[in-house]
């Protein structure tokens, strides 16, 4: 059920994406509101509103189910060894992880009172695609087959062939459509940010050098260890997006992820049940 719910959102967005591109032109809808902007732009204002409106409502509780799911996460950590057993506690009357819950309220409510939308949904994006890209690779590294009844199992989708033959098929596409692109992208002056210095537009550009030199050892690995296609193409299209959000975001998101590291090796690596159970099996 939920692999046919992802794929109907996907040509859901798809068919809205025809839709808006049709109404407007694509140059018009580099913008936040993209939706209700079309609406407005064909003069269809109270249209655009409900839009509007309704975003707003999805919005808000999307960003309420990620704290919702927050406190739970901390809780397994907890129980894992890698946060105090404080994060672990379970309400005796509502059942949920309390002190986990209120914490995330307080980390996550407070800012967001002062900080920009912009800010708060770019962070909450490079955080949940960066996690996509982890659990993606993290699949390509699990067994092809389970010899256990009932274990965990993943469809196989031989990409020896089809993974490097995509890569060629986009680059002779963008270059027949595009050409020039790849020139441009090692040039490091921006038209359309003249005030850019070399330096800074080179900033900007390095997630894209990364996700190039990330497509090559794919494409490599695809060939010589015969990756699947599902978490491979769940890979690229995260990591894709990923350089879509810009050089400023990777760097609060990479100062984010030096603090977790630092509570990890502080606290998480000396009290891990991992250990305890590494010690274990190097006593037997």
Known sequence: EMIYSLVITTVLYILIALVLTGMVSYTKLDVGDFLAHAFNDRGLTWLGGAIALSALVATTSVLLVFQLGQPRIWMSMSRDGLLPPKFAEVHPKYHTPSFSTIITGL???IPALFLDS???TDLTSIGTLFA????????????RARKKPGSFSIPY????YIIPGLMILTAFLLTYFNP???GRLFTFHDPGYPDFSSFEVFIEKIPYFAFIILMIFVGIYS?????????VMGLLSSAYLLTELGATNWIRFIVWL???LVIYFSYGIKNSRLKDLSQ?????
């Open 223 to 231: 060939y010589l260890r015969s990756w699947s296609v599902i978490p």
């Open 118 to 120: 912009d800010f708060v």
């Open 107 to 109: 980390l996550v409510g």
């Open 132 to 143: 996509f890209v982890l659990v993606s690779g993290g699949i390509l590294l699990l067994p």
């Open 180 to 182: 020039g692109w790849l």
């Open 280 to 284: 274990v099996k190097t006593a037997e």
């Open 157 to 160: 989708i031989n990409g020896k």
């Open 258 to 260: 030096i603090i977790g």
